[in-house]
């Protein structure tokens, strides 16, 4: 079964400042991985995902993401974080169609001015 | 417009007494999930639907039922709530499986007294 950890719970940079968090994954094969963002009170919202091909991915709202097979890891970057930003940041899991998705624990990120 | 819609929003309960939490979707979407969010544990599965007739447990299904008469919708049944089930509620569709983009809900806040 497929599973997900994010190691860090909360994280808090500075706007402006690069970001990156932390994404590993536990699966046999090559699993569909996801990067989900939550504001306050509200529902998730698909940042990008990754299914096969180039390893480098492309998202919404400036963000991007690196699979890295090597090290079963996912993580989630951008170049210059807006106060906006700050929200919580599920990755999640899937195994193919019909089955599970599994989500982290999320990390909630905090944008200081 | 394209949505998820959950009702209610907000529910206070107490224990034994059964529950329905409605779900629906416009998009015409095959797969259909809850999830239950606790905080420190992220999102959790509880049940999901390929199609119309076709449900399965997800990780947490234990004091949960669903039922998938209609495409669009997939009701969340509480048949004895007890406390630990006090949560955000999440239900969420996508095209074909969980592979594909997730369309989530604004979630339901459950309190069991």
């Known amino acids: 079964a497929q599973s997900v950890t994010q190691p860090d719970i909360h994280i808090t940079v500075s706007e402006g400042a690069s970001l990156e968090l932390r994404c590993n994954y536990s699966?046999?094969?090559?699993?569909?991985l996801f990067w989900y963002v939550q504001s306050p009170g509200q529902g998730l919202q698909l940042l990008l995902k990754?299914?096969?091909?180039?390893?480098l991915v492309q998202g919404i709202k400036g963000f991007e993401a690196e699979f890295k097979r090597s090290q079963s890891s996912f993580n989630l970057r951008k170049p210059s974080v807006h106060w906006s930003d700050a929200a919580e940041y599920f990755c999640?899991?899937?195994?193919?169609?019909?089955?599970?998705?599994?989500f982290g624990a999320g990390t909630i990120l905090r944008v200081k001015s | 417009e394209a949505q998820v819609t959950q009702n209610p929003r907000y529910l206070i309960t107490v224990t034994g007494k059964k529950l329905t939490v409605t779900c629906s979707q416009n998009?015409?979407?095959?797969?259909m999930s809850w999830y239950r969010q606790d905080p420190g544990l992220g999102l959790r599965q509880i049940y999901y639907?390929?199609?119309?007739?076709?449900?399965d447990k997800g990780d947490v299904p234990e004091g949960y039922k669903v039922s998938r008469k209609e495409k669009r919708n997939f009701p969340l049944i509480l048949e004895s709530p007890s406390p630990n089930q006090t949560s955000l509620y999440f239900c969420?569709?996508?095209?074909?499986?969980?592979?594909?983009?997730?369309?989530f809900g604004p979630g339901t806040r459950l309190t069991v007294l």
């Open positions: 969420a569709s996508s095209l074909r499986g969980q592979a594909d983009t997730q369309y």
């Open positions: 699966y046999g094969a090559t699993p569909y």
């Open positions: 990754y299914f096969s091909g180039d390893t």
């Open positions: 999640a899991v899937g195994a193919g169609y019909g089955n599970k998705l599994v």
């Open positions: 998009m015409n979407h095959e797969y």
């Open positions: 639907s390929m199609n119309v007739e076709v449900t």
